[in-house]
T-cell receptor
Framework: DTAVSQTPKYLVTQMGNDKSIKCEQNLGHDTMYWYKQDSKKFLKIMFSYNNKELIINETVPNRFSPKSPDKAHLNLHINSLELGDSAVYFC???????????????FGEGSRLTVL | AQSVTQLDSHVSVSEGTPVLLRCNYSSSYSPSLFWYVQHPNKGLQLLLKYTSAATLVKGINGFEAEFKKSETSFHLTKPSAHMSDAAEYFCVVTSYSSASKIIFGSGTRLSIRP
């Protein structure tokens, strides 16, 4: 009964490839997020969706494209992978109405992407 | 504008001794403040949160934090460290008036010596 689940947990791929990471939450939350955590543990928000609508789109290369087929899913597709994309990507969700972000975030266990 | 500063990148304490992880924030409006813990190869988990109720907040696993507006601080403490407390800790600030902004600190790695 995992609350926020991400797949795959580990992903090793070559430069130039395209890959996707999937995220699903069974908490009934309206808002979902993608975060990138670098090797120094620094967390940076990439995207946020509220009820399938994009509400945060931070300065992220166009090679990154989120897709939310419904409010329980938020997938991340990455084109033309580069070495610098190597990181741990975390999906999260919250009950907040998106514009306030004062509530608790529930995180998945992360997807470790290694680009060779 | 909001920001959060975790003053120590690494803290090491002996098992059974007190823990203090420091966090200072900056916010133009009434902030909500959180501490999250991340164990190795795991996602982040909420330890505790302050949302303008009691200034002393108790969390899970014996942790607590005190909101001090005059010092713009929200330090995390625990009276007696346990080996299982070894992890990365993140201080987080959000604001009612700042749309879609959740600001994470840079993290403090807590090590526990036997």
């Amino acid at each position: 009964d995992t609350a926020v689940s991400q797949t795959p947990k580990y992903l090793v791929t070559q430069m130039g490839n395209d890959k996707s990471i999937k995220c699903e939450q069974n908490l009934g939350h309206d808002t979902m997020y993608w975060y990138k955590q670098d090797s120094k543990k620094f967390l940076k928000i990439m995207f946020s969706y509220n009820n399938k609508e994009l509400i945060i789109n931070e300065t992220v290369p166009n090679r990154f494209s989120p897709k939310s087929p419904d409010k329980a899913h938020l997938n991340l597709h990455i084109n033309s992978l580069e070495l610098g994309d190597s990181a741990v990507y975390f999906c999260a969700s919250s009950q907040d109405p998106g514009q306030m972000n004062t509530g608790e975030l529930f995180f998945g266990e992360g997807s470790r992407l290694t680009v060779l | 504008a909001q920001s959060v500063t975790q003053l120590d990148s690494h803290v090491s304490v002996s098992e059974g001794t007190p823990v203090l992880l420091r966090c200072n924030y900056s916010s133009s409006y009434s902030p909500s403040l959180f501490w999250y813990v991340q164990h190795p190869n795991k996602g982040l988990q909420l330890l505790l949160k302050y949302t303008s109720a009691a200034t002393l907040v108790k969390g899970i696993n014996g942790f607590e934090a005190e909101f001090k507006k005059s010092e713009t601080s929200f330090h995390l403490t625990k009276p007696s460290a346990h080996m299982s407390d070894a992890a990365e800790y993140f201080c987080v600030v959000t604001s009612y008036s700042s749309a879609s902004k959740i600001i994470f600190g840079s993290g403090t790695r807590l090590s526990i010596r036997p």
